[in-house]
């Protein structure tokens, strides 16, 4: 599975983005992930096969993951971005039973990433 991320930008906050991850295929759970430097890396949302969504609460009501089937792309709609939101974001694809935000760190496939900064 090759995963490729864009959509990133620096934008003020209470601003949006939305980032786009274009996949070879889609897995069973699709996800992003994001890192802050001197940071772990943390899950932020996954979407499962059916449908199924999970978000980290401190993005909760701020951010939408998506997907577009027929497109084999996934998106992640930011919006009342927040500083704290600032980091590297990478979109991920696992197979397997379980999809859930804090697993998504385990995922066997990244992209590359791209940059969001969230400036005050």
């Known amino acids: 599975v090759q995963l490729m991320e864009s959509g990133g930008d620096s934008v003020q906050a209470g601003g949006s983005l939305r980032l786009s991850c274009a996949a070879s295929?889609?897995?069973?759970?699709m996800g992003w992930v994001r890192q802050v430097p001197g940071k772990e890396r943390e899950g932020v949302a996954t979407?499962?096969?059916?449908?199924?969504?999970s978000y980290v609460d401190s993005v909760k009501g701020r951010f939408t993951i998506s997907k577009d089937n027929a497109e084999n792309t996934l998106y992640l709609q930011m919006n009342l971005l927040k500083p704290e939101d600032t980091g590297t974001y990478y979109c991920?694809?696992?197979?397997?039973?379980?999809?859930?935000?804090?697993?998504?760190?385990?995922?066997?496939?990244w992209g590359q990433g791209t940059q969001v900064t969230v400036s005050s």
């Open positions: 991920t694809a696992a197979e397997g039973r379980t999809c859930w935000w804090k697993r998504a760190v385990d995922s066997a496939y």
């Open positions: 295929a889609f897995s069973y759970c």
């Open positions: 979407i499962d096969d059916n449908g199924r969504i």
